[in-house]
C-alpha cells in the first residue's frame, strides 16, 4: 500500500512518518520518502502563470501487510493470490474536475466529472479499490487545477485505495 500526502514541512523541520498497524495490535512506524518540484519543473503555462509552490510530497510504502485484514488506518488489504475473496474494482477514464459553484472553469465539458464523483462517494461500501486510467484533471500544467481535483476525489481517496495510470494509444499503419 502506498500512502502520498502534501505538507508545507520538508524533512528537515519534520520527520514524516506513517503509524499503522492491526486493529487492537501494536503499531508500525513507517518511513517516507519526500520530494518536492520548482517552477521550471512544469510545463510553459504553469511556469509563467498561476505558480504556486507545492510545498513537500511525502510517499510512505506500508511493507508486510497481511492480506484480507482490517487496517487501523483503515483500509483492507487485498487477498492472497487465489484466495476465495471478492474485489470489488471501480475503473474509468477521462474524469476531469469541476467547481460546484462553476467558477474556476474554462469549459463546459467537466461538470460531468461531478456526477462521476458523487456516484462514488455514494457507492463507497460497494467496492475495494478505484483505477483512475488517464486524462485526470485537464490541468493544462496549473497546479491550482490539481489542487482542485484532489479535493473533489478526497473524500473517496481517503478511505479507499485510488490508483491512478496513464494510458497510451499506439496507431499502426
Not at 66 to 80: E, G, Q
Not at 114 to 122: E, F
Request: a neutral charge; glycine letters at 6%; charged letters at 20%.
Amino acid at each position: 500500500m502506498t500512502v502520498t500526502w502534501t505538507s508545507g514541512y520538508n524533512i528537515d523541520e519534520a520527520t514524516p512518518l506513517v503509524e499503522w498497524g492491526w486493529k487492537g495490535h501494536i503499531k508500525k512506524l513507517s518511513p517516507t520518502v519526500t520530494l518536492t518540484f520548482t517552477r521550471g519543473s512544469m510545463c510553459a503555462p504553469a511556469r509563467i502563470v498561476g505558480w504556486r509552490d507545492p510545498g513537500f510530497i511525502h510517499t510512505c510504502f506500508l511493507k508486510d501487510l497481511w492480506p484480507n485484514t482490517i487496517k487501523s488506518y483503515s483500509f483492507k488489504s487485498p487477498p492472497y493470490p487465489g484466495q476465495d475473496s471478492l474485489q470489488r474494482v471501480i475503473i474509468f477514464r477521462d474524469m476531469g474536475k469541476a467547481e460546484r459553484d462553476g467558477s474556476n472553469e474554462y469549459s463546459s465539458y467537466q461538470p460531468g466529472s461531478l456526477i462521476t464523483t458523487d456516484q462514488l462517494i455514494k457507492d463507497l461500501d460497494n467496492y475495494d479499490i478505484v483505477f483512475h486510467m488517464g486524462d485526470l484533471t485537464y490541468a493544462n500544467g496549473f497546479l491550482s487545477q490539481w489542487d482542485q481535483f484532489t479535493k473533489q476525489v478526497k473524500p473517496i481517496s481517503s478511505v479507499k485505495p485510488y490508483m491512478i495510470a496513464r494510458l497510451y494509444s499506439y496507431i499502426s499503419e
